[in-house]
């Protein structure tokens, strides 16, 4: 964990850098129960197959393992949600510092990576931010009723079968604003999962679907930043 500055902010995050030292930018934002060990590993292994990733800690250091704690976090996280969107922003600038450019010359691509709470950032960002994110994946969350006209990002999304965090309505309705909006989204449900699947800490966690859903996420990835 290392201290950035940018803006006048302290940017408290983990950065993994591949080992040539540089490459596309991905920003990772944890769930609700901070930047754990878990998505710190997220960074670590995109920084093994060449992103430079870098994981804000959105509660400044707090971490837990429980979700009454979590709720209370979140909730009072979601009091000041401009100011979190500033640390997002400032996060932005302290991972383009690390990431590559563009050949042409260019500001480069950046892509968020985001899980439950972090995911809702995620999307949430590409819209407050678009002109910065060329590509979002979810990990079970979804975001309705904001305006995607304006994003430039492309969506990967993968939602649990079983999840009464996140409806099937819910993630429906996302997917047909984002469509209607023009942008493309792929979306997976993973067949006898619930949320967390993807946390190998968590009794929800499905290694199967986490590996299809990883394999997904870098080849997207490729896709859209390289």
Known sequence: ??????????????????????????????????????????????????????????????????????????????????????????????????????????????????????????????????????AVVSFYASYSGLDYSGSKAAYLCHFAEDDPFEPAESSAQMEQELQAAGRPVTVHTYPGTKHWFFEENRPEYDAEAARVAWERTIEFLHQQLD
């Open 1 to 134: 964990m290392r201290e950035f500055q940018a803006d006048g902010r302290t940017i408290s995050a983990y950065l993994a850098v591949p080992e040539h030292g540089s490459g596309p930018g991905v920003l990772v934002l944890h769930a609700w129960w901070g930047l754990t060990d878990v998505f710190k590993r997220v960074c670590d292994r995109l920084a093994e197959v060449g992103f430079v990733a870098l994981a804000p800690n959105l509660y400044h250091g707090k971490t837990t393992a429980s979700v009454e704690e979590a709720e209370a976090l979140v909730a009072a996280l979601n009091q000041d949600v401009e100011r979190v969107r500033g640390d997002l922003a400032g996060a932005i600038q302290v991972l383009r510092q690390h990431a590559a450019t563009h050949p042409a010359g260019g500001r480069g691509k950046l892509a968020l990576v985001g899980f439950s709470l972090g995911g809702a950032y995620a999307l949430d960002m590409s819209v407050n931010l678009a002109e910065e994110i060329a």
